[in-house]
Every structure is written in structure tokens, then in C-alpha cells.
């Protein structure tokens, strides 16, 4: 059955590997009888300040307090069109695929300004203006997939479970089980291409190929089995005593 799929990507530099890996996206997906959507950040001359410019008509002029201003634009439908305009892409997505090189440990500026202007409350966060009831498995984009593509400069080792810059999977929990899995994404495996400040053609070729190999049924991939808010595995916030007992970090709000 044909989906749609909403490609957000972040670099300046059209002939990146991260580009190349956009373009076999696009073109496998498209072959394949897939709707793609695109959100081209850089080509966009995307606004990646979250600031007063994104309320014009706010309901406290005196203070700028961010999430009663988002609820009042999103619920009043007075957003810019920028940010209404990649909502609508969100909503009409099946997956949605963030190509993205690693710099500095994340993710670029004029991404994860995306996301902090794009998430407004009442959409991503304050679903259905129930606080936090809806999030970490429930939430708007519940049903959905979505994916993260990125390049990463260092060489594997580094990113090892021991390796000194942090296991990647750790470094890029945030985005994963935050930006993604809390307002109800199913989070596929992260796709990660390593060394890619020296990568030779014929090494990159390959990782197309992979890719291209991956993307054949990734509408069929198991997502990371993070533990879902609104189970039993947690008690207030809190996961239950009788889950991964006397540990703690990330690891143990995954259900291996």
C-alpha cells in the first residue's frame, strides 16, 4: 500500500553525503509508489529562532511566556504559516526521515530550531490540553514512524559502547525517545554512517546501497521498544520498582 513519507533534512551543501543519502531517499520511495514530502531546511531559509516573532498576536505583551502564547496560536489558528505549513506535513506523514550530519553531538542549530518552532503546545506537547498525559507512546503522531539518517564525521570505534565520545545511541537519546518518541512516534533504529569526513567513493557507494537495501521495507521495521508512559512499567513518572531493579541512565526506559 503506497505511503507518504515527509524527508526534513539540514545541510548547506547540496553535493554532502547527506544530500546524496536525500536524493536516494526521495528517488527509492518515489520508485516505489510512495507520496514524499520535503522539508529542505537550509533551501528553505528556515527561521530557526524560537522568539516573540513567531506570536503576532500575543496575548501577554509584557512577558514572553512560550507556552501559553504557542497554546493560544496553535488553538486560535494564528500561527505564522511556516510553522502551519510543516504540521500539516507532519500530519499527513506516515514516517518521517531526518537526515542530519552529527555536529557536535547532535543535531544542527536550524534543525532542532524546527523542532522547537514547529512542536507547539496543544500539537507535539499538551495533546488535546491534557499536560502530560499524552506523551512517550501516545501523543498526536502516535501510528507514525519516524527515523533518524545521520553522518557522522569520526570513525565507529569512537562511538562504541566504550569508545570516548559515548555509545551514538546514547548521545542521540534526546531526540530519539525525546523529540520523537514523546509525542508518540514509533522510533525506528538509528542509520548511522561513520567516517564520513574521509569517506571514499566507492565506501559511500556501498552505504547508498545499504540504505537503498533498508528502505525497501522500512514501513515493515520493529521500532526501539521504548516503555510506554501509559503502562503499567511506570508508576507517576517514575518507572516501577520491580523493572530493571537498582539501575538507572537511558538504558533502562528501552524494553529489551
Not at 139 to 165: C, H, T, W
Amino acid at each position: 500500500m503506497p505511503k507518504t513519507a515527509l524527508i526534513v533534512y539540514a545541510h548547506p551543501e547540496p553535493t554532502s553525503l547527506t544530500c546524496q543519502f536525500v536524493s536516494e531517499t526521495i528517488q527509492t520511495l518515489e520508485q516505489r509508489g510512495h507520496t514524499v514530502l520535503k522539508s529542505d531546511l537550509y533551501g528553505m531559509g528556515w527561521k530557526a529562532v524560537f522568539d516573540e516573532s513567531d506570536f503576532p498576536n500575543r496575548i501577554n505583551k509584557d512577558r514572553l511566556e512560550f507556552i501559553q502564547e504557542s497554546r493560544n496560536a496553535y488553538t486560535t489558528n494564528q500561527q505564522t504559516q511556516d510553522i502551519t505549513k510543516e504540521q500539516q506535513k507532519l500530519l499527513a506523514a506516515d514516517i518521517v526521515i531526518f537526515h542530519f550530519p552529527l555536529w557536535w553531538f547532535g543535531m544542527p542549530a536550524i534543525l532542532k530550531g524546527w523542532i522547537d518552532r514547529v512542536y507547539a503546545y496543544g500539537f507535539a506537547y499538551g495533546y488535546k490540553d491534557e499536560g502530560n498525559h499524552y506523551r512517550y507512546g501516545d501523543g498526536i503522531f502516535k501510528g507514525k514512524q519516524a527515523l533518524l539518517s545521520v553522518m557522522v564525521g569520526g570513525p565507529e570505534k569512537d562511538y562504541a559502547p566504550r569508545g570516548i565520545n559515548g555509545p551514538l545511541d546514547e548521545l542521540l537519546f534526546p531526540i530519539t525517545h525525546g523529540a520523537l518518541f514523546f509525542p508518540g512516534f514509533d522510533v525506528l533504529p538509528t542509520h548511522a554512517v561513520y567516517g564520513t569526513g574521509k569517506l571514499e567513493i566507492a565506501v559511500a557507494e556501498k552505504e547508498l546501497a545499504a540504505w537503498r537495501y533498508r528502505l525497501d521495507d522500512i514501513f515493515n521495521e520493529p521500532p526501539i521498544p521504548f516503555r510506554r508512559q501509559n503502562s503499567d512499567d511506570y508508576q507517576d513518572g517514575i518507572l516501577s520498582d520491580h523493572i530493571c531493579s537498582g539501575e538507572s541512565g537511558q538504558s533502562i526506559h528501552i524494553d529489551d
